[in-house]
RNA sequence: GGCCCGUUCGUCUAGGGGUUAGGACGCGUCCCUUUCACGGAUGAAACACGAGUUCGAUUCUCGUACGGGCUACCA
């Protein structure tokens, strides 16, 4: 009997989401893919004090450009178990709460945060640490040592508790995890958690928990900060007396910084010139801006096989990866279990991969965006047409990682030089030169077929003509028809460019050195 | 501090009791190209340390070190 997988994604927006949660939805989408099960986007906004507008939506818009498509969830369709919002399903989780106060396996607890924060400070005094646990809720404030009509008197007069879970004492507790095998901890190290908070809205374990029972989550795939807590979930399953249903574990390894030590994180990013959010971010707030992969041109294809290949490995060494490939071949059992290490060199390169994979016609049409979006031609300016721009792409794709780059490195391509390489010409020019530069302006004048090859075969037997080696007037060619030192296929630039385009710029070129 | 998790080239990783420890990114050299890039070839580069088990440990076990996470009425 092996009912359908299920698994969900369950974010809270609290700001924009990042690369790190892109993962772990992407791990989600693969391996309910694979097994041809559901896969769930839940929004966990129980703490209102941290929710951010526009969050929630940047979540959705940054899984559809990744491709990571939930299809039940919040943005994504009404399922058979809406809402999906936990602050739509607040009526629900009290409900569970009371019901563990009722098989005794919570309580109320009327402590403030104020007084519970002031023995915290104090203890630590003592270099002691606190805790809500067995031991310490025997001299606490709450419904275990509380008369039971004291309890009813305080709740009925409006005073504000929480709930908290009865952690039972002096006993190992299991969680089976995919990835990290047996973890286990004793009760002794737990504390009473926070189940039910004074406002009315569940903490994040409660709501969690039962939200998954609810859901019918039979896999829970989430990041490795939360292996902590995982037995106080289990314990919870146990409680309420779910134990057959309990989904099964798995904790991701984290994403680390590039550099040094720790976690990545927002800060990281915009300071050592790589984004860590997958769309473009704008705060509400402070209006500070954080970089997005969108917005700097990488591929969601080249972002999503980077991220895959981060904390997961199929057995072999294939690494360029589709998400159809990856759905065929991803499995929880291959993710590792120590942290990695992003690495933004290798992302570009994937990028770089990906560009050169793209038709030449789609890069046309977006190298045609950014022409003009640059240089205000006319629409029927011949160097945005799609016969130019198509025989473009081929000289420039090979030598960018982006695409916007190709404008950078063939800028020559479209506007004449309006200065050459001084290095090149102080180098190379020699006023005896002139002849030869003459004599092949003229033979390209009378070219009646100006290809790269002709032009090229035309060059060398003029230099021929006037016992020159190639070497020595080549680098000057391409000074005057590109203003650089290097760059794109010399020959396949001139084709390009044209013969009235070659010659007009020879002219002008010769005539600033004084030549004709 | 306490608890939990982890540790193979600089980075992502494959491998797994006996291997020249493999691949990719990056870096170096050479070839191609009279440039640059692409491509091809090639090089440098790793099993954290110490015990134990074993004929033999990078691989298994235990410690140590180091790294990370958690330790809120945040998720």
Redesign the pocket.
Known sequence: MSSIIRVRF???P?GPLHMGGVRTALYNYLFAKKHGGDFILRI????R??FVPGAEEYIIEALTWCGITPNEGVGFGDGKHAPYR?SERQGIYKKYADQLIGSGHAYH?????EE??AL?AEMEQE?L????NSITRKKLVNSLTLSKTEVDKRISNGE???IRLRVPENEEIHVNDII???????TS?M?D??LF???G?????L??VVDDYLMKITHVIR???????APLHVLLYRSFGWEKEMPQFA?L??L?K?E????LSKRDGDRLGFPVFPLRWIDPQTKEESSGYREKEYYPEAFTNMLA?????????K?IYSMEELIQDFSLE?V????????P??T??FN?HYL?LKPDEILAEHLKGIIKKEFNFNDDDPRIQDDFLLKAIPLLK???HFEHEMLEVGRYLFLRPNEYDQQVISKKWRDSHAVFFKALLDAYENMNDFSSASA?QVFQET?AANA????????LF?VFLSG???????FGMAELLGQQEVIQRMKVALRSLNAI
């Open positions: 369950a974010p809270s609290t966990e906004d129980t703490d004090n941290r936990q607890a009327f402590d403030t945060e519970l924060g915290r270099k640490s606190f805790a809500y504000h508790y929480v990290r095998g047996d973890v286990s901890v004793h190290q504390d958690k926070v908070k004074s406002d809205m569940p903490t994040y374990h709501a969690n990041g490795e900060e939360w292996l902590p807590s904790h390894p984290l680390l590039p040094g030590n720790g976690k290949l981060l904390g997961w490995h199929p057995s072999g060494d690494e291959r590792n279990k120590s942290g990695a290490k992003f690495d060199e290798k570009k390169w770089q050169r090979e030598r960018v090229e230099a020159l080696k190639p070497g020595e007037v080549l680098q391409r650089q030192a290097g760059g794109v296929n010399l």
